[in-house]
């Protein structure tokens, strides 16, 4: 008797939160234009994304020879983080910068404000890199990637 009240009382609601969760999130998946997006910042792609785009960054550098670059971004936007991140072609971190309350003005339409991006990879081979614009409750964000070359 005790052995049936508690498979009613503790594993029975479990399963049919499981079952209903999943038809829950199958229906929703249906919808057009919905995704299943497990991973905070999502997969880096190539080109721009939103209303962000690299300025400055050309296809080849040397070595040694500097990686300078600047952020442009829609009028929408007010203050929050910027992120760049350049990573080699496994997709690991080389370098990454950060610039805290960058806040666009009238005069100066680039980011990062007061100050400039700038950094020199040693080493030959294919690289991405990755802007990303925190808003300043770090809830919301936008991305943009391009490839270059080291030689």
């Not at 939160?17 to 997969?43: C, H, K, W, Y």
């Not at 994304?49 to 296809?59: F, K, P, S, T």
């Not at 690289?127 to 409750?137: C, G, P, R, T």
Request: hydrophobic fraction near 35%; charged fraction near 20%; include cysteine.
């Amino acid at each position: 008797m005790a052995r049936g009240v508690t498979y009613v009382v503790y594993v029975l609601p479990v399963v049919f939160s499981v079952i209903f969760g999943t038809i829950v999130m199958a229906d929703v998946l249906q919808e057009p234009g919905r995704e299943l997006n497990m991973m905070r910042f999502g997969s880096l792609g190539e080109g721009s994304h939103g209303d962000i785009q690299i300025i400055g960054l050309q296809n080849q550098y040397s070595v040694n020879e500097p990686v300078q670059i600047q952020i442009t971004i829609d009028d929408s936007y007010s203050c929050g983080d910027l992120y760049v991140t350049i990573y080699d072609s496994k997709k690991e971190a080389v370098t990454q910068s950060g610039y805290f309350e960058q806040c666009l003005d009238a005069k100066n339409p680039f980011l990062p404000v007061k100050d400039k991006f700038s950094e020199i990879i040693d080493t030959p081979g294919q690289y991405e890199i990755v802007a990303e614009i925190l808003d300043q409750n770090q809830k919301n964000s936008i991305t943009t990637s391009e490839k270059f070359t080291v030689r």
